[in-house]
């Protein structure tokens, strides 16, 4: 059968479900790719003035629950209904999104994007339980792949436009994801239909229970505990593209090149994506990883197929180790850029394959369960990757941080960041002092400090899932 003649076998909503997915995934990243840079940039700029350490506690709890969540929250759209449920989970999305650039406390802004979050573990369960419903054994495969290619569509066209906007102020990145939201908000409501399912006569609150005691049973599976723990390893690694990879090329990296090597070819093109500045924003350059996907997922994955899921998973974490050594050792943005294709050519090879070995290693009876449990390693691996880019990230890498021990090692008289005084006004007034500009000033701290050895973290991380998840095959899986 032609791929033509699958796509017409598809029902309307099967459509309609990819489009919303697209619109929420573009909403999502636009906002999350440079959600760190808005909690630690600097208070003038509309920013937050955060420690990495309040940055990787408000990112990881939220981003955690995220994945924690649709444990439950499942179970709720399957009593009350999809439509409805989409419906809240879009107001609360939107709301979130406007409330939290209307605070200035960590109190608030935690408590907005826990909202926020909140919001998408109601949206998460429903889309893939609608692509689910809507395939066939015969349509599935395909039907996945058109799936999975609007979450990266999405995924790249949020950050990159969010960067392009980004130097018109913070407001306009949360605008695009609230306007994003609303469309998805209107094509439910006007189009959105729910489908028939058997009706659940379960009450509510077993409901939601009941997920909790089924895990709790699954986890005494021991194997696959052990597996998801080791998993989680390698997603809290991956998750360093969220949480620090951003701030750092803010920081450390020049992508002045990027943006000459571009305008020497497509001059238009590059005033338009760049700053004013003559910069290629931190954002922008961080949807790369989605475009690589686009372009390479299809070829990765026909390599791969030939490989067993746990091999493949060791062999892409690894490719991705090598990823984050090319994104944080290095100032250089087109070495930054190469290393955003390796870090994405390794996630392309192991994550689906993370989805395939628990559908393989799962008893017939129990696949949705230990499909569902699988997310409990992404939802650790994102607890552990915001303690790492908190404290550990700030001693090694963090650029204010190591300006400031080297402030108190000359006794300069800066003052301390304040309302009146902010971050921006911190690097002047300290570069002024030690009588630099801001590049010598970078250059100073980059070749004293050694920031760039934050890769040694990140990539250690994603090295020692590959070493366990080795082990747990040589030692742990059952031989047949």
């Given at each position: 059968?032609?791929?033509?003649?699958?796509?017409?076998?598809?029902?309307?909503?099967?459509?309609?479900?990819?489009?919303?997915?697209?619109?929420?995934?573009?909403?999502?990243?636009?906002?999350?790719?440079?959600?760190?840079?808005?909690?630690?940039?600097?208070?003038?700029?509309?920013?937050?003035?955060?420690?990495?350490?309040?940055?990787?506690?408000?990112?990881?709890?939220?981003?955690?629950?995220?994945?924690?969540?649709?444990?439950?929250?499942?179970?709720?759209?399957?009593?009350?209904?999809?439509?409805?449920?989409?419906?809240?989970?879009?107001?609360?999305?939107?709301?979130?999104?406007?409330?939290?650039?209307h605070f200035s406390s960590f109190e608030m802004v935690f408590i907005s994007f826990i909202w926020i979050c909140v919001g998408g573990a109601f949206f998460k369960p429903i889309i893939s339980a609608t692509i689910s419903k809507t395939t066939t054994a015969e349509t599935a495969s395909i039907g996945f792949g058109i799936f999975y290619m609007m979450v990266n569509i999405g995924g790249f066209i949020g950050p990159f436009?969010?960067?392009?906007?980004?130097?018109?102020?913070?407001?306009?990145?949360?605008?695009?994801?609230?306007?994003?939201?609303?469309?998805?908000?209107?094509?439910?409501?006007?189009?959105?239909?729910?489908?028939?399912?058997?009706?659940?006569?379960?009450?509510?609150?077993?409901?939601?229970?009941?997920?909790?005691?089924?895990?709790?049973?699954?986890?005494?599976?021991?194997?696959?505990?052990?597996?998801?723990?080791?998993?989680?390893?390698?997603?809290?690694?991956?998750?360093?593209?969220?949480?620090?990879?951003?701030?750092?090329?803010?920081?450390?990296?020049?992508?002045?090149?990027?943006?000459?090597?571009?305008?020497?070819?497509?001059?238009?093109?590059?005033?338009?994506?760049?700053?004013?500045?003559?910069?290629?924003?931190?954002?922008?350059?961080?949807?790369?990883?989605?475009?690589?996907?686009?372009?390479?997922?299809?070829?990765?994955?026909?390599?791969?197929?030939?490989?067993?899921?746990?091999?493949?998973?060791?062999?892409?974490?690894?490719?991705?180790?090598?990823?984050?050594?090319?994104?944080?050792?290095?100032?250089?943005?087109?070495?930054?850029?190469?290393?955003?294709?390796?870090?994405?050519?390794?996630?392309?090879?192991?994550?689906?394959?993370?989805?395939?070995?628990?559908?393989?290693?799962?008893?017939?009876?129990?696949?949705?369960?230990?499909?569902?449990?699988?997310?409990?390693?992404?939802?650790?691996?994102?607890?552990?990757?915001?303690?790492?880019?908190?404290?550990?990230?700030?001693?090694?890498?963090?650029?204010?941080?190591?300006?400031?021990?080297?402030?108190?090692?000359?006794?300069?008289?800066?003052?301390?960041?304040?309302?009146?005084?902010?971050?921006?006004?911190?690097?002047?007034?300290?570069?002024?002092?030690?009588?630099?500009?801001?590049?010598?000033?970078?250059?100073?701290?980059?070749?004293?400090?050694?920031?760039?050895?934050?890769?040694?973290?990140?990539?250690?991380?994603?090295?020692?899932?590959?070493?366990?998840?080795?082990?747990?095959?040589?030692?742990?899986?059952?031989?047949?």
């Amino acid at each position: 059968m032609s791929a033509l003649q699958v796509f017409k076998k598809y029902p309307r909503i099967f459509w309609l479900a990819n489009l919303i997915e697209l619109f929420e995934r573009y909403a999502w990243y636009g906002f999350y790719m440079g959600f760190g840079l808005f909690l630690v940039g600097s208070k003038e700029t509309g920013a937050m003035g955060f420690s990495p350490v309040e940055k990787g506690t408000i990112m990881g709890t939220g981003s955690m629950l995220l994945y924690f969540l649709p444990i439950f929250t499942g179970a709720i759209a399957d009593k009350i209904g999809y439509k409805k449920v989409l419906l809240l989970a879009f107001l609360i999305y939107a709301s979130g999104f406007y409330m939290i650039q209307h605070f200035s406390s960590f109190e608030m802004v935690f408590i907005s994007f826990i909202w926020i979050c909140v919001g998408g573990a109601f949206f998460k369960p429903i889309i893939s339980a609608t692509i689910s419903k809507t395939t066939t054994a015969e349509t599935a495969s395909i039907g996945f792949g058109i799936f999975y290619m609007m979450v990266n569509i999405g995924g790249f066209i949020g950050p990159f436009v969010a960067g392009i906007v980004l130097g018109k102020g913070w407001n306009f990145v949360f605008m695009l994801s609230i306007i994003a939201i609303a469309i998805n908000f209107l094509i439910t409501l006007l189009f959105f239909k729910d489908l028939k399912q058997e009706k659940v006569s379960t009450p509510l609150l077993q409901s939601i229970v009941q997920p909790f005691k089924n895990i709790f049973i699954m986890l005494i599976n021991w194997r696959y505990t052990m597996f998801l723990l080791i998993m989680s390893l390698f997603w809290a690694a991956f998750n360093q593209l969220y949480y620090t990879f951003p701030i750092f090329v803010e920081d450390w990296v020049n992508t002045t090149t990027i943006y000459n090597g571009i305008h020497s070819i497509f001059p238009t093109f590059a005033q338009l994506i760049g700053t004013s500045s003559g910069t290629i924003s931190a954002v922008t350059l961080s949807s790369m990883d989605s475009f690589y996907i686009i372009a390479f997922q299809i070829m990765v994955s026909a390599f791969v197929m030939r490989f067993k899921p746990l091999n493949a998973m060791m062999g892409g974490i690894f490719v991705l180790s090598i990823g984050l050594f090319l994104m944080f050792g290095f100032q250089s943005g087109w070495i930054i850029l190469f290393g955003m294709l390796i870090f994405g050519l390794g996630e392309m090879s192991s994550s689906p394959k993370f989805t395939e070995y628990v559908g393989n290693i799962a008893p017939a009876d129990k696949k949705a369960l230990y499909m569902g449990s699988s997310f409990l390693a992404i939802a650790l691996g994102h607890q552990i990757a915001g303690f790492l880019s908190g404290a550990p990230y700030e001693k090694v890498a963090d650029k204010l941080f190591l300006l400031k021990a080297e402030v108190l090692k000359r006794g300069l008289s800066v003052p301390e960041i304040s309302e009146n005084f902010t971050k921006t006004d911190y690097f002047n007034e300290a570069a002024r002092q030690m009588n630099f500009t801001q590049q010598q000033l970078t250059d100073f701290l980059w070749n004293g400090y050694h920031p760039q050895s934050i890769w040694i973290l990140f990539s250690s991380i994603a090295i020692g899932a590959v070493v366990l998840l080795f082990l747990y095959d040589r030692f742990i899986v059952p031989k047949k």
